[in-house]
């Protein structure tokens, strides 16, 4: 079942998706630009689980969890050091 995220800010959806990329893709994930959330696919190979297209039923929470984390923990480290970064400038926006 797909799931909808709900931003806080209306029209977030497109900045989130080109972060999502630029984060994925410094980590070296191959990351096509158009569909930033197929790089799941690319984790779960690393990871060793069995993602596919539809049908992922059959996934454990942990081996679906340990796709988002990866994904997610990369791009929740760099909102941390751009935030550290316009603090030490002294910029608060």
């Known amino acids: 079942m797909a799931r909808r995220r709900k931003y806080a800010v209306p029209g977030a959806e497109q900045g989130m998706a080109v972060f999502k990329a630029e984060v994925m893709k410094r980590e070296g994930y191959q990351v096509d630009p158009n569909r930033p959330d197929n790089v799941k696919f690319e984790v779960a190979k690393e990871l060793g689980v069995?993602?596919?297209?539809?049908?992922?039923?059959n996934l454990t929470t942990e081996e679906a969890g340990h796709i988002g984390g990866r994904i997610g923990g990369?791009?929740?480290k760099?909102?941390?050091?751009?935030?550290q970064d316009q603090l030490a400038k002294g910029d608060p926006h």
């Open 50 to 57: 069995p993602l596919k297209p539809n049908g992922n039923g």
């Open 74 to 76: 990369s791009m929740v």
């Open 78 to 83: 760099e909102l941390i050091r751009l935030a």
